[in-house]
C-alpha cells in the first residue's frame, strides 16, 4: 500500500488557478485593484447587536500592503509571511494622541488593539472566500496518473480541493484533508513561534496583546492533527510500503506531520518524488528534510524514486531508481 502525500503541485498540474497570487487576483477583483495610495489601517464598524466587525477592504489591503512590501510580488511565501504583519504601523496615530492623559491614552490602545485582532480574523476568512471560488467542474484526469492511484491507498491531502475524490473517484474514507476542505473550515497560517518584534516598547503592559494578535495567524497543527487522527491510526494499522510525494513543498511546519506519519510506518519504507522535483533540485531540500525527521532510518532514502513527469507531458511517466 502507498501513503501519497498531495501537495498543491498536484493541483496545478491539473491547471487549477490554485497559487496565492491567485488569491491575490481574488482580492483586486473584489476590492478593487489599484490600492496605491489608501493606508493599511484596519477598520471595525459596530453591528446591530454591538459587535465589531472588520471592514473588509482594510483587511484586504493590510494583506495587500504587506507582501507587496516584503518583496513577494508572487505571493509564494504568503503564509510566511503572515507571521510579518506590521502592527506598529496600526499604532502610528495612537502614540501621540492624549499624552497628557494616560488612561485616556490606554483606553485608546485597548481600542486599536482589539480592532486589529478583530481584522486578523478576517484574513482567514477572506482567504476561505476565495477557496469557495476555485472550479473543479471541468477538470480532467491525468490518464496515466488515474491508472496508478486507487482507492486502495491512502492520500494525505494538503490540498483545499476534492480534485482526488470528484475527478480520480478516490474514496473519500482513503483522502485526509488535513488542513480542510471546500465547504468546511480550512486551516491557513504560518509557523513562527517567535515573540513579535514590535518597537513600541513604552506600551509595556500590550507586548503580549501583540503577541497574541500574531499568533492568530499561526497554523494550528496539533489541532488539525488531533481532529484527523483516525485517518494517522490508519495509516499506522495499514502495510504502508512506500511514500509518495506529488507537489508537496515541505514547508517546515507541515513537516509536522510527515513527523507523525513517518512514526507509524514500518522499517524499509520506499519513496518516490516526482520528475519536476528531481529537474527543479528540490529534491535535495526534500532529502535532507526526511532525513532530519527520519530519526529511526525507516525511509530507503539512498534508494528513492523518480515518478512521473505530471507537471509539463502529463502523457510522460518515467519510473527508475537512482
Not at 493599511?40 to 464598524?45: A, G, P, Q
Not at 467542474?137 to 491531502?157: A, C, G, M, Y
Not at 509595556?204 to 488539525?224: E, H, M, P, Q
Amino acid at each position: 500500500m502507498k501513503l501519497y502525500i498531495i501537495g498543491n503541485g498536484f493541483d496545478l498540474a491539473h491547471h487549477i488557478p490554485t497559487r496565492y497570487i491567485n488569491f491575490k487576483e481574488y482580492l483586486s477583483d473584489i476590492y478593487g485593484g489599484d490600492f496605491e495610495g489608501r493606508d493599511s489601517i484596519l477598520e471595525t464598524t459596530m453591528t446591530q447587536d454591538g459587535d465589531n466587525k472588520a471592514v473588509v477592504d482594510t483587511v484586504a489591503d493590510l494583506i495587500r500592503y504587506t507582501m507587496s512590501n516584503l518583496d513577494d510580488p508572487n505571493w509564494n511565501n504568503f503564509e510566511d509571511n503572515l507571521a510579518r504583519i506590521d502592527f506598529d504601523s496600526q499604532f502610528d496615530f495612537v502614540g501621540t494622541e492624549d499624552e497628557n492623559h494616560p488612561s485616556r491614552q490606554y483606553d485608546n490602545i485597548e481600542d486599536r488593539l482589539e480592532a486589529v485582532k478583530t481584522g486578523l480574523y478576517e484574513i482567514k476568512t477572506l482567504f476561505a472566500e476565495w477557496v469557495e471560488t476555485i472550479d473543479i467542474s471541468k477538470v480532467k484526469p491525468i490518464e496515466r496518473l488515474s491508472k496508478e492511484i486507487t482507492s486502495q491507498d491512502l492520500f494525505l491531502n494538503f490540498n483545499y480541493t476534492e480534485t482526488l475524490e470528484d475527478v480520480y473517484k478516490i474514496n473519500t474514507n482513503s483522502v485526509c484533508h488535513i488542513h480542510g476542505k471546500m465547504g468546511s473550515d480550512i486551516v491557513v497560517g504560518h509557523g513562527d513561534d517567535n515573540p513579535y518584534a514590535t518597537s513600541l516598547h513604552y506600551y509595556g503592559t500590550f507586548d503580549y496583546g501583540f503577541d497574541f494578535a500574531k499568533s492568530i495567524l499561526r497554523k494550528n497543527v496539533d489541532k488539525a492533527y488531533k481532529e484527523n487522527k483516525g485517518f494517522f491510526d490508519k495509516v499506522g494499522e495499514s502495510s504502508i510500503s512506500q511514500f509518495v510525494f506529488y507537489g508537496f513543498s515541505f514547508s517546515s511546519i507541515d513537516t509536522f506531520y510527515l513527523n507523525k506519519v513517518i512514526e507509524l510506518v514500518r522499517p524499509n519504507c520506499k519513496v518516490a518524488f516526482t520528475n519536476y522535483d528531481f529537474i527543479n533540485d528540490n529534491i535535495i531540500h526534500f532529502l535532507a528534510t526526511l532525513k532530519k525527521i527520519d530519526t529511526d532510518n525507516k525511509l530507503l532514502l539512498e534508494k528513492y524514486e523518480i515518478v512521473f513527469n505530471w507537471s509539463y507531458r502529463a502523457e510522460n511517466i518515467v519510473l527508475y531508481s537512482i
